[in-house]
């Protein structure tokens, strides 16, 4: 069955549930008729039926929320550093011009034209598609640091859009992470560097909040000193 009839037939079994839902009657009838069989895992329009069907549930009001998972990307993608991410993270923020947390195909385009890489209407569904693993067609903020994941990791097609959003930023992911080491020990030295190097940014941080904080109450109380030489 195609996706095109299975989405025929859900629609019309919605319109029939709007004009009459009583039982027997020939509008319930008909839109019981129209039910499409259930179908075997594994089949192609089986993600479709389910998206429409959570279409149908939202409709109703019997839809159950979608539990939303705590991401940190600091600790999934530990084979970046924090200024790494960080560079991600406003790169991805700048083109979600929607502000709604997800770049569309549109922000995409508008992406790929900045940088100087224009794509196809095609090939921006591809870009989406290879790292859409929620299937919603858009791309999350953990879905496009999974580009430069891959593309660190030599996973990605040197021709392909991905590569091309990759490269063209002025994120510097040319050394291979955790996921690219070519065997056990390796890839075990590498974790290890990076996580000191986590920790040493983290630290960084730390002592340069401190330092600013330092800094602060000496110019306080050096603004009291010269005060009160003024008012005695």
Same mark, same amino acid.
């Given at each position: 069955?195609?996706?095109?009839?299975?989405?025929?037939?859900?629609?019309?079994?919605?319109?029939?549930?709007?004009?009459?839902?009583?039982?027997?009657?020939?509008?319930?009838?008909?839109?019981?008729?129209?039910?499409?069989?259930?179908?075997?895992?594994?089949?192609?329009?089986?993600?479709?039926?389910?998206?429409? +069907?959570?279409?149908?549930?939202?409709?109703?009001?019997?839809?159950?929320?979608?539990?939303?998972? !705590?991401? +940190?990307?600091?600790?999934?993608?530990?084979?970046? *550093?924090?200024?790494?991410?960080?560079?991600?993270?406003?790169?991805?923020?700048?083109?979600?011009?929607?502000?709604?947390?997800?770049?569309?195909?549109?922000?995409?385009?508008?992406?790929?034209?900045?940088?100087?890489?224009?794509?196809?209407?095609?090939?921006?569904? +591809?870009?989406?598609?290879?790292?859409?693993?929620?299937?919603?067609?858009?791309?999350?903020?953990?879905?496009?640091?999974?580009?430069?994941?891959?593309?660190?990791?030599?996973?990605?097609?040197?021709?392909?859009?991905?590569?091309?959003?990759?490269?063209? *930023? @002025?994120?510097?992911?040319?050394?291979?992470? !955790?996921?690219?080491?070519?065997?056990?020990?390796?890839?075990?030295?590498?974790?290890?560097? !990076?996580?000191?190097?986590?920790?040493?940014?983290?630290?960084?941080?730390?002592?340069?909040?401190?330092?600013? @904080?330092?800094?602060?109450?000496?110019?306080?109380?050096?603004?009291?000193?010269?005060?009160?030489?003024?008012?005695?």
């Amino acid at each position: 069955m195609s996706s095109e009839e299975l989405a025929r037939r859900l629609q019309r079994r919605l319109d029939a549930e709007h004009r009459d839902t009583k039982p027997g009657s020939p509008a319930q009838t008909a839109a019981d008729e129209e039910q499409p069989p259930p179908l075997r895992p594994g089949d192609a329009s089986s993600e479709l039926t389910e998206k429409l +069907n959570r279409r149908l549930d939202i409709h109703d009001g019997t839809a159950k929320p979608k539990q939303m998972k !705590v991401f +940190n990307p600091y600790t999934e993608f530990k084979e970046f *550093s924090r200024k790494q991410i960080k560079d991600m993270e406003k790169m991805f923020k700048r083109f979600d011009s929607g502000k709604d947390g997800f770049i569309d195909l549109m922000e995409l385009k508008l992406m790929m034209e900045k940088l100087g890489a224009p794509q196809t209407h095609l090939g921006l569904k +591809n870009m989406i598609k290879e790292v859409d693993e929620d299937y919603d067609g858009k791309l999350s903020y953990r879905e496009f640091l999974l580009i430069f994941r891959r593309a660190a990791a030599g996973e990605l097609q040197e021709e392909s859009g991905l590569m091309a959003l990759a490269r063209l *930023s @002025e994120i510097d992911v040319s050394t291979k992470g !955790v996921l690219g080491a070519r065997d056990f020990f390796e890839a075990k030295v590498q974790a290890l560097s !990076v996580r000191s190097k986590f920790e040493a940014e983290i630290r960084e941080e730390q002592e340069e909040k401190k330092r600013m @904080e330092l800094e602060r109450k000496q110019r306080r109380a050096a603004f009291k000193e010269l005060q009160s030489t003024f008012c005695s």
